[in-house]
């Protein structure tokens, strides 16, 4: 199974909105709702910010959505701050009964 | 509130067999809802799911490593482990486990909590 596709890196001022893609298959994010994200700062174990595509666990920021379109998700995070600062990744469940994981995106507030 | 613990020796030598434990506090890993699975991060790179152990023992396996890997789960001790053969350098990683959301048979969805990792150096 290969990763899924996401941009090496994403940047934006604080106050900004920045999106990030995470592009599969249809055997993969297109297939289903089972599309995760997740938040990971440098030396901590990643911790999840959206669950089946767009759903939020309790006590994670408003300011983080999710989206999807076809076989390509998305992670848009609003009033960028300081603290966003990380690296995220996405996860989907495929059609083999397995897990793939994106290649992960570094988010730098400029 | 679920906490998750790895444990097991940080050195492991090349063509030995790596072997992790993962400890489950906090909550019982005997539920219907969950699966417990085993995920790495080599140093600098991204994730990658080796995979994931329901409690009466059926498993998932990446298909990349699954002839390597084996992953148990000990019910009296909430605990499940990980084993994985034949090691190289390529799989010197952080390793994590995590609770595994599962919807029916065999659909497998997302990781909440993690435990904090544990460093696995494979070298001679």
């Known amino acids: 199974q290969s990763a899924l596709t996401q941009p090496a890196s994403v940047s934006g001022s604080p106050g900004q909105s920045i999106t990030i893609s995470c592009t599969g298959t249809?055997?993969?994010?297109?297939?289903?709702?089972?599309v995760s994200w997740y938040q990971q700062h440098p030396g901590k174990a990643p911790k999840l910010m959206i669950f089946d595509v767009s759903n939020r666990p309790s006590g994670v920021s408003d300011r983080f959505s999710g989206s999807k379109s076809g076989n390509t998700a998305s992670l848009t995070i609003s009033g960028l701050q300081a603290e966003d600062e990380a690296d995220y990744y996405c996860s989907s469940y495929t059609s083999s009964s397995s897990v793939v994981f994106g290649g992960g995106t570094k988010v730098t507030v400029l | 509130q679920l906490q998750l613990q790895e444990s097991g020796p940080g050195l492991v030598k090349p063509s030995e067999t790596l072997s992790l434990t993962c400890s489950v506090s906090g909550g019982s890993i005997s539920g219907s809802i969950y699966y417990w699975g085993w995920i790495r991060q080599p140093p600098g790179k991204g994730l990658e799911w080796i995979g994931s152990v329901f409690y009466t023992g059926s498993t998932y396996y990446n298909p990349s490593l699954k002839s390597r890997v084996t992953i148990l789960a000990d019910t009296p001790k909430n605990q499940f482990s990980l084993q994985l053969t034949s090691v190289t350098a390529a799989d010197t990683a952080v390793y994590y486990c995590?609770?595994?959301?599962?919807?029916?048979?065999?659909?497998?969805?997302?990781?909440?909590?993690w435990g904090q990792g544990t460093l696995v150096t494979v070298s001679s």
């Open positions: 995590a609770r595994h959301r599962r919807y029916g048979a065999g659909i497998l969805d997302y990781f909440d909590p």
């Open positions: 249809s055997s993969d994010v297109g297939g289903y709702n089972y």
